[in-house]
């Protein structure tokens, strides 16, 4: 099993960019974001059902980030708008069979990295 994130990079304040993490090997209930800035503990960002109809936030990025996902490509994204600098970090997606609501994930990728200038 092999998750593959890419799509990070570098952008200005109020810019956007999308993050896509493919899977091979298997598919997954519930595939996530998890982000982990310098000097800060890993932390969650937005997870997604099977179906796509149950999505959960982090309070911080409500209403500006969207998590989708295409299960034919067996593949999740992330689209990110209105960065700010404090979105600044590595992403990492991960994926399990547990349900949406877990905050365990058995699949990790190897992350992309984030900038947000000001």
């Known amino acids: 099993v092999q998750l593959q994130a890419s799509g990070g990079g570098l952008v200005q304040a109020g810019g956007s960019l999308r993050l896509s993490c493919a899977a091979s090997g298997r598919t997954f209930n519930t595939m996530g974001w998890f982000r982990q800035a310098p000097g800060k503990e890993r932390e969650f960002v937005a997870a997604?059902?099977?179906?796509?109809?149950?999505?959960y936030y982090a309070d911080s990025v409500k209403g500006r980030f969207t998590i989708s996902r295409d299960n034919a490509k067996n593949t999740v994204y992330l689209r990110m708008n209105s960065l700010k600098p404090e979105d600044t970090a590595v992403y990492y997606c991960a994926a399990t069979m547990r349900s949406v609501s877990t905050a365990r994930y058995d699949y990790w990728g190897q992350g992309t990295e984030v900038t947000v200038s000001s």
């Open positions: 997604i059902s099977w179906s796509g109809s149950s999505t």
